[in-house]
């Protein structure tokens, strides 16, 4: 939703700037965004569309060897074999968005640019969403989905450890050292949909202050910021981005959407820094300049439009490395599709309350910060102070069981942290 958000405003903004307003490639591209805000559902499915053998030159390169990044992180020290290769070809995230009415009337999309919005999509029944990560072969590694403001997670935690090149047994051994606190964890690896509810997370977190669940406001800009800031960003993309209409095959029309790389980056950096210093401080510092490594050429992405609605947009990689080389490519394509498949509640879930989350969050921070879930050495991390039969009892008293507050403490939590957790206050400790 992101991607499409972000290009529907962007391609609203287009069709009303006057250098722009008589290409009617442009509008045509602004009237396709609006088609997806228009439909009651919204599916989008963002994928290597690069082949094994593309992959692997790719991530073979000289532009890439050593690099960071998934590519450079799956290749590793040595060249990307072909079974790498083939496990990234292919891999695609997908979200499905649908809702009892047009997404462009939910509450929680009108408010979201909005510093006074007191709504939340996480908690609005009337929207339903899933997130998929999938192979080549379409099958699922990672699902959530969203149904009445209860959440659903399901993995395939064998296919997750494959893709990422280790032995599928490892699952198998992490299930049989889990503590009994992290049942959850267990229950995912197994392979079972667990599900918890949103609102009781939420009135969770707000019981400390006795107020009435409501989530934490995000960062928003002032209004008037927001208008500066799109007549900022609408002036710089019409000087700067071109259209050009590539003719239409089989009911599709295909367009190239270009820009000068560089020089689109720097415009738009230098028509956003001097916004920047009344940016909310949760956005954290603005960079002191625009990115450095952006190539001084023409990119582009391949716009196709299906009756006159977004379809499907491919963009190439390749064309953001320093040097392009002859034949060197790595498409990437987002697809769009406003019949998306209606979200449903997965059946025979297991339900996981509260606690256990909180358990299994400590539980697995605890374990990473202690070297349990990887081969790096731990960290020299102080162990907590072990609790006193008083501080156990008082704990209990805050609705902090003694076997949790146990667990809590065995995993690095004080005295006084398990008190914060039980939403009260304490002196600081000695």
């Not at 963002?46 to 992180?73: C, R, W, Y």
């Not at 290769?85 to 047009?102: C, F, T």
């Not at 996981?352 to 070297?371: C, E, K, P, R, S």
Request: aromatic share 6%; with cysteine; hydrophobic share 40%.
């Amino acid at each position: 939703m992101p991607v499409a958000v972000t290009a529907s405003v962007l391609a609203t903004g287009l069709t009303a700037c006057g250098t722009v307003q008589q290409l009617s490639a442009a509008q045509k591209v602004s009237k396709a965004f609006d088609k997806v805000r228009d439909g009651k559902s919204a599916g989008f499915t963002l994928s290597v569309d690069a082949t094994p053998e593309q992959v692997a030159a790719f991530a073979n390169s000289g532009e890439h060897k050593g690099g960071k990044g998934m590519i450079g992180a799956a290749r590793g020290e040595g060249d990307m074999d072909e079974k790498t290769a083939k496990a990234i070809s292919g891999l695609s995230v997908s979200v499905a968005v649908s809702a009892d009415k047009p997404l462009k009337e939910i509450e929680a999309f009108k408010n979201a640019g909005k510093a006074d919005r007191n709504t939340d999509l996480a908690l609005d029944k009337s929207v339903r969403i899933s997130y998929v990560l999938a192979d080549r072969s379409g099958t699922a590694l990672l699902e959530y989905r969203q149904v009445d403001a209860t959440a659903y997670l399901h993995a395939d935690a064998k296919g997750l450890v494959k893709l990422v090149g280790q032995d599928p047994s490892v699952v198998d051994e992490l299930r049989t050292g889990l503590p009994e606190q992290l049942k959850p964890v267990g229950d995912v690896l197994a392979g079972k949909w667990v599900s918890f509810d949103l609102q009781s997370l939420a009135d969770k977190a707000k019981e400390s202050d006795g107020k009435k669940a409501a989530p934490s406001a995000a960062p928003t800009l002032d209004p008037e910021l927001q208008n500066q800031l799109l007549g900022s960003i609408k002036d710089v993309i019409g000087r700067t981005v071109t259209y050009e209409d590539k003719g239409r095959k089989d009911g599709t029309e295909h367009l190239w959407v270009s820009a000068p790389a560089r020089q689109l980056v720097d415009e738009m950096y230098k028509a956003v820094k001097p916004l920047s210093a009344k940016f909310p401080k949760q956005l954290g510092d603005f960079p002191d300049q625009a990115p450095s490594d952006v190539p001084d050429r023409k990119v582009g992405v391949d716009l196709y439009l299906k009756d006159g609605a977004f379809s499907s947009a491919t963009f190439d990689l390749a064309q953001l490395a320093d040097k392009v080389e002859p034949g060197l490519t790595f498409p990437v394509k987002l697809a769009f599709s406003q019949a998306a498949p209606n979200v449903q509640a997965p059946a025979d879930a297991v339900k996981v309350t509260g606690d256990q989350l909180m358990d299994t969050v400590i539980g697995l921070a605890a374990a990473d910060a202690g070297g349990g879930f990887g081969d790096e050495d731990p960290e020299d991390l102080p162990p907590a102070v072990p609790l006193t039969a008083a501080q156990l009892k008082e704990l209990a008293g805050l609705g902090i069981p003694e076997e949790r507050a146990r667990f809590y403490n065995e995993a690095g939590l004080t005295f006084q942290d398990n008190k914060e957790i039980a939403g009260t206050t304490a002196p600081a400790r000695a």
